[in-house]
């Protein structure tokens, strides 16, 4: 089954904590994206990855820290400088090759995250 | 970064055509239109995008006017799982990025 996965589904943290959140694809894909999303609102970029061992910061990136180390995985850590960490994260994937007007990006299942 | 606008909420009849519009007055002329939908605590799927010309797949239909600065996403006979929040995006021409306004709930009802 090609896709994205993310695990886990719900995660718990106490504050000041870090907690590093995975996502991992199996199609082939050279970009993956890190989002974020608050109740009742749209997804916020966080970090983007369009190659291996390289990444760039995203709308969002002061509290989080990401790697790039294998082609199929992208972790997420959320550090605790991130002053509201409780969201729900979601990973994406792209083709990343051609043209970036037409890239087409893929989402996992997400991650819901709260900081007690 | 062009904007979008989108109405909050719209329902639909189940069987019936949803017609979801969408404005994008800002819109350059080498930016596309995306359409993904995200149903309740998942991740939003991929529904479709255009430039210029109308497409449709599987799932639906992208019509955009020729100016360009509106398009409407029509799901040709909804069902109670296409209920969801519809997201129309324009795609920044010079990054990956998706900006993700507050969407349109659709609600298909029996």
């Known amino acids: 089954d090609g896709g994205i996965t993310q695990s886990p589904k719900y995660l718990f943290r106490k504050e000041g904590q870090n907690v590093t959140l995975s996502c991992e694809q199996n199609l082939n894909h050279d970009a993956m994206y890190w989002y974020r999303q608050d109740p009742g609102q749209g997804l916020r970029l966080i970090y983007y990855?369009?190659?291996?061992?390289?990444?760039q910061k995203g709308d969002i990136a002061e509290g989080y820290s990401v790697s790039r180390e294998k082609k199929e995985s992208f972790p997420l850590t959320v550090t605790s400088a991130q002053k509201n960490p409780t969201a729900f994260y979601l990973c994406?994937?792209?083709?990343?090759?051609?043209?970036?007007?037409?890239?087409?990006?893929?989402f996992g299942p997400g991650t819901r995250l709260t900081v007690l | 970064d062009a904007k979008t606008t989108q109405p909050p909420s719209m329902d639909c009849a189940e069987g019936r055509a949803a017609n979801l519009p969408c404005n994008h007055s800002t819109i350059s002329g080498n930016e596309y239109v995306y359409w993904y939908r995200q149903i309740h605590s998942q991740g939003p799927q991929y529904i479709i995008h255009g430039l210029k010309n109308n497409e449709t797949n599987e799932m639906a239909s992208l019509i955009i006017t020729e100016d360009r600065k509106s398009s409407t996403l029509i799901l040709p006979h909804a069902t109670l799982r296409d209920t969801a929040v519809y997201y129309c995006i324009v795609r920044p021409f010079n990054t990956g990025k998706l900006i993700f306004g507050q969407g349109t709930t659709l609600q298909v009802k029996p």
């Open positions: 994406a994937s792209s083709m990343g090759r051609g043209s970036p007007f037409t890239d087409t990006q893929y």
């Open positions: 990855s369009q190659i291996v061992n390289d990444f």
